[in-house]
Structures are given as structure tokens and as C-alpha cells.
Nanobody, 123 residues
Framework: QVQLVESGGGLVQAGGSLRLSCAAS????????MGWFRQAPGKEREFVAA????????YYEDSVKGRFTISRDNVKNTVYLQMNSLKPEDTAVYYC????????????????WGQGTQVTVSS
């Protein structure tokens, strides 16, 4: 069974940057499209970004386009999310998971999640 460990979150002022990492064990991530999802207090978990097997194609939720960059290192079995120009509305717990595209929307592939990493952006 896959184990996902997210890290890199923290408290940052609006306009600041953070780089999140997702390390996996139990699965070879290069076999999967990988994604980042987030869940804000009182809201459902939502898609943020996805990256294909080789890193050649990336996909973003509209509100993060131009500010976030997803990348991967298949040798390290790790996925990253560089977040720049952070806004208070980016405050959430961020999770990684394998991702699948279905009828124009992105969904998590695996039923299990890591503990996530908290991102808090102050205004």
C-alpha cells in the first residue's frame, strides 16, 4: 500500500512563497499521473495541480495558474509544488495523490491519503 508524506507547509505572509514536497513509498510514482489537492476549513477537498508521468504536461486549477508550479523527480519518487504569490485564500491542508481526469475534472486515484501539510497565509 502506498504511503504518502507531505511536507513544506507553514505560515507565510501574503505574497510569500512555499515549496511543498510529497515523498512516496510502496509505489513507484513514475507509473502515475500525480496531483496536489487541498482542503480549506469547512470546505471539501479540491484539485490544485497535476503532472503527467514524465513531467512534460501540467494542469492547474484556474485560481493558481501562473502562481503555482508542480514538478516531479521520479528518481527520488517525489512530487513538488512551488507556490508563489500566496494569497489568504490559499490557506488549506495540502495533500498529494495520484490523479485521474474524468469528464474534465480531476479526482484522486488512491483511497488513502497522507497526513497533509498545513499552509497558512496571513493577510
Amino acid at each position: 500500500q502506498v504511503q504518502l508524506v507531505e511536507s513544506g507547509g507553514g505560515l507565510v505572509q501574503a505574497g510569500g512563497s512555499l515549496r511543498l514536497s510529497c515523498a512516496a513509498s510502496g509505489r513507484t510514482l513514475s507509473n502515475y499521473v500525480m496531483g496536489w489537492f487541498r482542503q480549506a476549513p469547512g470546505k471539501e477537498r479540491e484539485f490544485v495541480a497535476a503532472i503527467d508521468w514524465t513531467g512534460g504536461s501540467t494542469y492547474y486549477e484556474d485560481s493558481v495558474k501562473g502562481r503555482f508550479t508542480i514538478s516531479r523527480d521520479n528518481v527520488k519518487n517525489t512530487v513538488y509544488l512551488q507556490m508563489n504569490s500566496l494569497k489568504p485564500e490559499d490557506t488549506a491542508v495540502y495533500y498529494c495523490n495520484a490523479a485521474r481526469l474524468n469528464v474534465g475534472s480531476w479526482y484522486p486515484l488512491w483511497g488513502s491519503w497522507g497526513q497533509g501539510t498545513q499552509v497558512t497565509v496571513s493577510s
